[in-house]
């Protein structure tokens, strides 16, 4: 069974990267679409961006100017960065994966989230 | 993008009773017989759990009680018969195009 965890810092100081990673286990990163969503406290879900296995992505128009997914195969891994964050970025961030090799499809891999709290 | 709507924003209802909750889209998510459209169970402290997919097809091992239905730009999904372990916030999301969009979410608790 496919599992996913993140891990990276709880806060981050305004202005200053956000940085999380997502360990995937119970099954390769090869051939899949991963993306990123993330959730204010007490809010709805939203949308970061994929990344495929190759190192293709798809960002949220929203958020791309500030957002980069990478990939790392060999440590069967990848990651996000989020650049001059502000308050408005404070979330559970969740990693997560559709149920088939297309991006076209129900997300059915969450992991559990971690919060990130933005603040000085 | 495609904008999702939901309503209505929370409802209460009593165990064993129906409760249905409708989600619009923005634009069509029909394409070739398909509708790209998921909904979503989100308990507290948890992240959230497909309950349905292509807008009526349930996931393997969610309980019959849920089922989903609508096509185009219009879709519902129905809890027929209330239990306690129900009380969530559930979530349409649409997989047509990208950006990926969520619905704003509706809370469901015990009247």
């Known amino acids: 069974q496919v599992q996913l965890q993140e891990s990276g810092p709880g806060l981050v100081k305004p202005s200053e990267t956000l940085s999380l990673t997502c360990t995937v286990s119970?099954?390769?990163?090869?051939?899949?679409?991963w993306n990123w969503i993330r959730q204010p406290p007490g809010k709805g879900l939203e949308w970061i961006g994929y990344i495929y296995y190759s190192g293709s992505t798809n960002y949220n128009p929203s958020l791309k100017s500030r957002v980069t997914i990478s990939v790392d195969t060999s440590k069967n891994q990848f990651s996000l960065k989020l650049t001059s964050v502000t308050a408005a970025d404070t979330a559970v961030y969740y990693c997560?994966?559709?149920?088939?090799?297309?991006?076209?499809?129900?997300?059915?891999?969450w992991g559990q989230g971690t919060l990130v709290t933005v603040s000085s | 993008d495609i904008v999702m709507t939901q309503s209505p924003d929370s409802l209460a209802v009593s165990l064993g009773e129906r409760a249905t909750i409708n989600c619009k889209s923005s634009?069509?998510?029909?394409?070739?017989?398909?509708?790209?459209l998921t909904w979503y169970q989100q308990k507290p402290g948890q992240p959230p759990k497909l309950l349905i997919y292509?807008?009526?097809t349930r996931e393997s091992g969610v309980p019959d009680r849920f089922s989903g239905s609508g096509s185009g730009t219009d879709f519902t999904l129905t809890i027929s018969s209330l239990q306690a372990e129900d009380v969530a916030v559930y979530y349409c999301q649409q997989y047509y195009s990208t950006p990926f969009t969520f619905g704003p979410g509706t809370k469901v608790d015990i009247k």
């Open positions: 997560a994966r559709h149920v088939g090799t297309t991006p076209y499809a129900e997300i059915v891999y």
């Open positions: 119970g099954g390769s990163i090869s051939s899949y679409y």
């Open positions: 292509w807008a009526s």
């Open positions: 634009q069509s998510v029909l394409y070739s017989s398909n509708n790209y």
